[in-house]
T-cell receptor
């Protein structure tokens, strides 16, 4: 069964610092991987997705993620954090047949001035 | 207007009551999903439907039922609500264009069972 693990339930950074949110996946077949963001009192918004076209995926709001098969990782990064990036971030894997998403437990990003 | 809408947005109910959460979409997608979100647990799939006649249980379907009234409408029911069903519930839709599609989420319904 496919699964994802997000390391760190909370990550704190200063404004302007590098953002790194970690996600490792488990899948017996090439996975489709996603990062979603949830701002307070809102639904989930797609940040970016990996579908095997390119290992470095660029998303919205300056975020990007790199698929590393050897490390089974799909970490999310942003060079310089903004206060508006404070939110909860979810990594997810989609099963073959594009039927279901399996989510990680989420990482809350805190950005301080 | 939003593509995926959920009603109500907030609901407080009592133990033992029957409650229905509704989801409507204007994206024309065949696939619809219900998830619940709990702090520290992420989102977990309750039920999903690939068309009006195809409904499937997710990983946590006990205590819930669903109805797909039309392509655009997918309702989640709690027959007899209990406090541990207090959570944030999300509806989502997905098209069938393989990897070019993704799931789109509604704004959520915050349910409190007293």
């Amino acid at each position: 069964a496919q699964s994802v693990t997000q390391l760190g339930s909370h990550v704190s950074v200063s404004e302007g610092a590098l953002v790194l949110l970690r996600c490792n996946y488990s899948s017996s077949v090439p996975p489709y991987l996603f990062w979603y963001v949830q701002y307070p009192n809102q639904g989930l918004q797609l940040l970016l997705k990996y579908t095997s076209a390119a290992t470095l995926v660029k998303g919205i709001n300056g975020f990007e993620a790199e698929f590393k098969k050897s490390e089974t990782s799909f970490h999310l990064t942003k060079p310089s954090a903004h206060m508006s990036d404070a939110a909860e971030y979810f990594c997810a894997v989609e099963n073959t047949g594009f039927q279901k998403l399996v989510f990680g437990t989420g990482t809350r990003l805190l950005v301080s001035p | 207007d939003a593509d995926v809408t959920q009603t109500p947005r907030n609901r407080i109910t009592k133990t033992g009551k029957r409650i229905m959460l509704e989801c409507s979409q204007t994206k024309g997608h065949d696939r619809m999903y219900w998830y619940r979100q709990d702090p520290g647990l992420g989102l977990r799939l309750i039920y999903y439907s690939f068309d009006v006649k195809d409904i499937n249980k997710g990983e946590i379907s006990d205590g819930y039922s669903v109805s797909r009234q039309a392509q655009a409408k997918f309702s989640l029911s709690l027959e007899s609500a209990i406090p541990n069903q207090t959570a944030l519930y999300f509806c989502a839709t997905r098209g069938t264009s393989g990897s070019t599609d993704t799931q789109y989420f509604g704004p959520g319904t915050r349910l409190t069972v007293l």
